[in-house]
């Protein structure tokens, strides 16, 4: 079965560090992108990072940027997100998510992406 | 504020057919995803690219694509249907992935 189970998530003061896992199987993950969402709670989805698959580029929200580091252990089978000077703002539920493939679909016009697998996300609490 | 725009609310009766929107500058060069996530759940990928379903999503589910805007239709909305819907696709730079602010869709 084809799985995404995050970990990691908890409750932190502000200023804090976590580091949340993505651990992936029944799929071969070296050879997917990834990335992580996330969800304030009541509210929307929110792209925070990517990662290549061989973990070569990476880009950042510009929230986050400068403050969390995706990286990834392919001989693991694992996905991380460090967490840095964790702020109010950055309470949410985290998601690590497969990308299913980018490209561009000449009989369209467009690019083409999409987030084919889902783990269940971690909670996140920055509070004092 | 999101770089793709949807309805916040929008509602169906059961059976009908809805159409829920997503309009931004992006969507011209790149195809809304199209998620559905139910409450308690992580989103489910329903649409993808021109009009692609996943397996195991049904076929009342399809997508289309207009110059900047993006729509999912339900065609005979069922109540199992009832949830929030999220399209996402990049930034109008192309760096960065956005999502819309989602539409909570009623099925009455």
């Known amino acids: 079965e084809v799985q995404l189970v995050e970990s990691g998530g908890g409750l932190v003061q502000p200023g804090g560090s976590l580091r949340l896992s993505c651990a992936a199987s029944g799929f071969t993950f070296s050879s997917y992108w990834m990335h992580w969402v996330r969800q304030a709670p009541g509210k929307g989805l929110v792209w925070v990072s990517h990662i290549d698959s061989d973990g070569s580029s990476t880009s950042y929200a510009d929230s986050v940027k400068g403050r969390f580091t995706i990286s990834r252990d392919n001989a693991k089978n694992t996905l991380y997100l460090q967490m840095k000077s964790l702020r109010a703002e950055d309470t949410a539920v985290y998601y690590c998510a497969r990308d299913k493939g980018y490209y561009y679909d000449t009989s369209g016009g467009h690019w083409v992406m999409a987030f084919d697998i889902w783990g269940q996300g971690t909670k996140v609490t920055v509070s004092s | ?108």
Not at chain 2, 67 to 72: D, E, K, P, Q, V
């Open chain 2, 1 to 108: 504020s999101s770089e793709l725009t949807q309805d916040p609310a929008v509602s169906v009766a059961l059976g009908q057919t809805v159409r829920i929107t997503c309009q931004g500058d992006s969507l011209r060069s790149y195809y809304a995803t199209w998620y559905q996530q139910k409450p308690g759940q992580a989103p489910v990928l329903v649409i993808y690219g021109k009009n692609n379903r996943p397996s195991g999503i049904p076929d009342r589910f399809s997508g289309s694509n207009s110059g900047n805007t993006a729509s999912l239709t339900i065609t005979g909305a069922q109540a199992e249907d009832e949830a929030d819907y999220y399209c996402n696709s990049r930034d109008s730079s192309g760096n960065h992935l956005v999502f819309g602010g989602g539409t909570k869709l009623t099925v009455l």
